[in-house]
Structure formats: C-alpha cells, structure tokens
T-cell receptor, first 113, second 110 residues
Framework: ETGVTQTPRHLVMGMTNKKSLKCEQH?????MYWYKQSAKKPLELMFV???????ENNSVPSRFSPECPNSSHLFLHLHTLQPEDSALYLC????????????FGSGTRLTVV | KNEVEQSPQNLTAQEGEFITINCSYS?????LHWLQQHPGGGIVSLFM???GKKKHGRLIATINIQEKHSSLHITASHPRDSAVYIC????????????FGKGTKLSVKP
C-alpha cells in the first residue's frame, strides 16, 4: 500500500450508468490528481486539485466530473461514458512535488460496455 | 513524436542479468521520475532525480541533464522485477506538468 487508496479496483458500467471513483489519502498531501492510462498510451493527466481547488483541467470531456470535498478525498463522477473511456484511472497525491514527487494509488480498471 | 521516449519497449532477460532501460526527453525539465507499474496497475515511485545518480538496493538511476537522457539499471535481475518501468519528466512550475513515457515492459525469466 502506498498510502493512496482507490475504490473500486474494478468497475464495469453501461453507457447510460452513473458511477463514481473514489480516491483517499491520509499522507497530509495538499495536491491530488486524476490520470487516465489507456492501452498502449502514456498516462494522461486529467485533473489537478491543490488545496481543494481545481488548478488544472486537461481538456477533459464533461462526462467526467471531478470533486474534491477536502484535501484527503478526491472523486471522479462518471456519466454517459463511451466504450473508448475504458481505461485504468489512477489517482496520485503530492506535497511539494518538486522535492518529493508523487504517490500513486493502485488504480480503478474501468470497462464501459 | 512523444516528448519522452523510452527504449526498449519490451525487454526479456534471464534471471541474474544486468538490465538497462533508457529514457530521452526533449523538453527542459526540473526533475525526472522512474516509476514501476506491476500487472495489477498500481504505480510505485522508484526514484526522483534532477542530477547525477541515485541507488536503492539493486536499482540505480542516472541522469545527464545536458544530454537530456536518463537510464535505469537493475543489477542481478530477478523474476519479481518483472513489471513496466515508466519514465516521467517534470517541467515548468505547474503541478500538472508531468509528461510520461510509454513504458518499458520487462520480463525476467527464471
């Protein structure tokens, strides 16, 4: 365990469903991130939250909606997804990323059917 | 062309062999990460370095900022080292500025 916990580990959802991914860290980090990892592609940044405020939105479609209620929790709300959204979604956190880098969770493997 | 290139893409080795994975990048960076991703998907940070060399157990990472190149070495490789190794560079001041390579899939045979 890295200290960043993601649930669920696996999720299968239909294109009309609404679901949420959860990320939790109790490392005292002030920044949290969502990344997407599709097959054969590098990780792609989706969102960055710094002290609960969204500071980056990397042109992500509105069917992905992040929420950061406090510095320890991050959600990714999903609705009307497409099969091409099937991927591994990774959460990470950091505290002074220039010095200490990032801590990643184990990811949620999402399949859209 | 990706701004972070790794080679090789796939690597198969026999247990005990010395392994080198290379990473080249085209942007100015403040630091570089080497990450390890196991089949389950979770990512573990191995090293973050901005100059010189770091060693942890059987793993050694080096970086040459002038040549925009980094290497990850594994000495006395073991089947449990089998994983995908990812190079990622931090550039600029924004927390979102992390560019990833596609990864090198390493398989160590007993």
């Amino acid at each position: 365990e890295t200290g960043v916990t993601q649930t669920p580990r696996h999720l299968v959802m239909g294109m009309t469903n609404k679901k949420s991914l959860k990320c939790e860290q109790h490392l005292g980090h002030n920044a949290m991130y969502w990344y997407k990892q599709s097959a054969k592609k590098p990780l792609e940044l989706m969102f960055v939250y710094n002290f609960k405020e969204q500071t980056e939105n990397n042109s992500v479609p509105s069917r992905f909606s992040p929420e950061c209620p406090n510095s320890s929790h991050l959600f990714l709300h999903l609705h009307t997804l497409q099969p091409e959204d099937s991927a591994l979604y990774l959460c990470a956190s950091s505290q002074d990323f220039r010095v200490y880098g990032y801590t990643f969770g184990s990811g949620t493997r999402l399949t859209v059917v | 062309k990706n701004e972070v290139e790794q080679s090789p893409q796939n690597l198969t080795a026999q247990e005990g062999e010395f392994i080198t994975i290379n990473c080249s990048y085209s942007v100015g960076i403040s630091a570089l990460h080497w990450l390890q991703q196991h089949p389950g998907g979770g990512i573990v940070s191995l090293f973050m370095l901005s100059s010189g060399k770091k060693k942890h157990g059987r793993l050694i990472a080096t970086i040459n900022i002038q040549e925009k190149h980094s290497s990850l070495h594994i000495t006395a490789s073991h089947p449990r080292d089998s994983a995908v190794y990812i190079c990622a560079v931090i550039y600029g001041g924004s927390q979102g500025n992390l560019i990833f390579g596609k990864g090198t899939k390493l398989s160590v045979k007993p």
